[in-house]
């Protein structure tokens, strides 16, 4: 049991690094990091209009996490938020849709 264990855990780890490291190489050329691949994604993909609250949920990320990601996406011009507010709407510019895509 204890084998089998280490062997699934193992799996997961090295799964999710060599996840990690895609994010990485793709992203790159633009400056960007794997959180902010993952907003993106999630911003892009909501059929419904998303929150900073709940991209940490989605995200598994903590408040603080997301909110220096945004603020990295909005500087950049990916993402704009319809008001200054944590719960308030995201979502992407063109040039965020155009990364998105």
């Given at each position: 049991?204890?084998?089998?264990?280490?062997?699934?855990?193992?799996?997961?780890?090295?799964?999710?690094?060599?996840?990690?490291?895609?994010?990485?190489?793709?992203?790159t050329?633009?400056?960007?990091?794997?959180?902010?691949?993952?907003?993106?994604?999630?911003?892009?993909?909501?059929?419904?209009?998303?929150?900073?609250?709940?991209?940490?949920?989605?995200c598994?990320?903590?408040?603080?996490a997301?909110?220096?990601?945004l603020?990295?996406?909005?500087?950049?011009?990916?993402?704009?938020?319809?008001?200054?507010?944590?719960?308030?709407?995201?979502?992407?510019?063109?040039?965020?849709?155009?990364?998105?895509?």
């Open positions: 049991m204890i084998d089998r264990f280490q062997a699934f855990v193992s799996g997961i780890t090295i799964c999710y690094k060599y996840i990690q490291k895609i994010k990485a190489m793709e992203m050329e633009f400056g960007l990091k794997g959180t902010h691949v993952m907003c993106i994604f999630y911003i892009h993909h909501s059929e419904q209009e998303i929150t900073a609250a709940q991209l940490c949920q989605l598994a990320e903590d408040k603080a997301i909110s220096r990601t603020v990295t996406l909005q500087d950049k011009g990916y993402v704009q938020a319809d008001e200054k507010k944590y719960r308030a709407h995201l979502y992407l510019t063109e040039e965020g849709e155009k990364l998105a895509r």
